[in-house]
């Protein structure tokens, strides 16, 4: 009997050890990959011809990033490997995926979906200005170009990821003005108990944060975001806040690094069929999944940010269970042990991620009340004023109906910078609960095909 047909998307930590454990029971998957390498938005890769270091590039990280690479690297022989390939949607057991003007359509038996997550960003006045970006785009700057996005950055925000970005630019001697961090001491308190599930982790982030202070980095607690400060001649100049103690204060910059958490790339998922469930921790909807990773669509399973935002450690357990999980279904069942092991592991990440939640929690007030002339919609210019009206004057009951009147979320980036601000402010303006609002549904393409590609050849 010939050997079962797997399509893995996404070879970060949770696709690597999927694809790892596929192989180590003599499977040979095809693994879709839309970066140039392997390793994912956290262990990004230089360009071949940059030489920096793991310990250069990935600091106390470096070790787990070595491992990943070498280990995908080992695996390479054993797998189709397709990088710089977007998988674009899913459907009808197909997976389309599109590489230079070249678009195909791959059959699977089975479908595996590491895709990852994204920054969670708050739309603030005047966040499209040139030299405002987002924290991942600040990393990526630094991993793959060896550049900092500015030379006198504010980063804004809250959750691990806004001082370890701040901790990589002054390790990298480019100092941050400030920090700016809309969560509080008392929230971070709060969270204490439960990420001391993995102390290691949790004393790393005081280190980084300790390391600031040292440098003489400003970093504040408590601040509540007014507006980016700056034109679009101009770019960005400053940004605006209130305090801990309420008092209006400001900070030059010319670039600024933002992001709350994450939010994960769910789309790929949403076109296979599968169901969704809110989250209350993080106030998004997640695909609903197994212990294992499976999905309610028979054959897809599901693993890493993309489905449950645990980090890089939390992705590769969740990846090699959902491997575990596909293994037990076409009878091939790995040890029960090794099941049970990372299960244990994954238990312990899911544990410490609640704590997350609650000591950086995303300041979903704030994007409530955003001011009506407040862009929320990159993409289709659609303002929060316009979105409230959507809902007020059209009476939409929820996102997607919003969207039909207002544009908002139909743009090129399909509701990555918007969909979740959005999804707040329609449950406000309905003084309903976030999880009445909906979420924004996935459409194919779920990234922007190059013009070049033709209907019947994306089709055929």
Known sequence: MADPRIIVVGAGPAGTRAVETLVAAGLRPTVIDEAPRSGGQIYRRQPANFTRSHEILYGAEAAKARALHETFDALAQYVDYRPETLAWAVKGGLVHIQKDLRVEALAYDALLIASGATDRLMPLPGWTFPGCYSLGAAQIALKAQGCAIGEKVVFLGTGPLLHLVAWQYLKAGNPPAAVLDTSSVAH???????????????????????????????????????????????????????????????????????????????????????AFAFDE????????????????????????????????????????????????????????????????????????????????????????????????????????????????AMHAPEVNRAKAFSRVGMGRCQGRFCGLASQEIVAAARNAPVSASGRLRGQAPVKPLPVAVTQDDAHG
Request: aromatic share 4%; with cysteine.
């Open 188 to 274: 971070n308190l709060q969270g204490l108990p439960l990420m001391m599930a993995r102390p290691g982790q949790l004393l790393k982030g005081a280190r980084f944060m300790a390391a600031l202070q040292r440098a003489g980095v400003p970093v504040l607690r408590g601040v509540e975001p007014l507006a980016v400060l700056g034109s679009g001649e101009t770019g960005v100049t400053g940004v605006d806040f209130r305090d801990a103690n309420g008092q209006e204060r400001q900070i030059d910059c010319n670039a600024l690094g933002m992001g709350y958490h994450l939010r994960a790339e769910s789309q790929l998922a949403d076109l296979a069929g599968c």
């Open 281 to 392: 921790n993080v106030r998004q909807w997640l695909p609903d999944i197994d212990a294992m990773g499976r999905s309610s669509v028979a054959n897809v399973y599901l693993a890493g940010d993309g489905v449950r935002i645990l980090g890089a450690d939390g992705a590769e357990a969740a990846g090699a269970l959902a491997a575990h999980a596909l293994l037990s279904d076409i009878g091939r069942p790995l040890p029960l042990e090794q099941t049970r092991r990372l299960q244990r592991q994954l238990a312990r990440h899911a544990r410490f991620a609640r704590g997350i939640a609650k000591a950086f929690p995303w300041p979903w007030q704030q994007v409530a009340s955003l001011p009506d002339a407040t862009l929320v919609c990159r993409c289709e210019a659609v303002t929060a004023g316009e979105l409230r009206g959507a809902v007020q």
